[in-house]
């Protein structure tokens, strides 16, 4: 191989590992409470459980709720989308997003639903 043609390969390479790096960057992200997505003002995950009664549509797109984290403090989620069908039935949700004016606003919001993992009777 020509000293040309293993620089190209080389380049390449590492094109391709910082490309995978950053892909696979956003798949291990850790839960943060709310506490520390105010503070550190980037997107993130923050796990917890949707209050009963609190969903509020803002205008036909947009639509808010409250959500108690893991460590229970109590915040405002915005989600500009549909809601999620059963966001209220579920002691698991999570949602993907970052602080903006002491509002957490949601780029995505994960649903799972508890029965599906259970063990059949």
Known sequence: MKRYDKLILIVM???FGVG???TARGAFESY?????AAESGRNVQIKGVA???SLQGIDGETFSFEMNDMEGAVHRVTHTGNVPVNLFETDN???KGRF???QFVAHAIL???PSRY???E
């Open 118 to 120: 259970e063990a059949e």
């Open 32 to 36: 943060v409470s709310f506490a520390a």
């Open 20 to 22: 995978i790096f950053f």
């Open 100 to 102: 903006d004016n002491e």
């Open 13 to 15: 390479i590492v094109v």
């Open 51 to 53: 209050v009963p009664g």
């Open 111 to 113: 649903v799972r639903c």
């Open 93 to 95: 949700v999570v949602v």
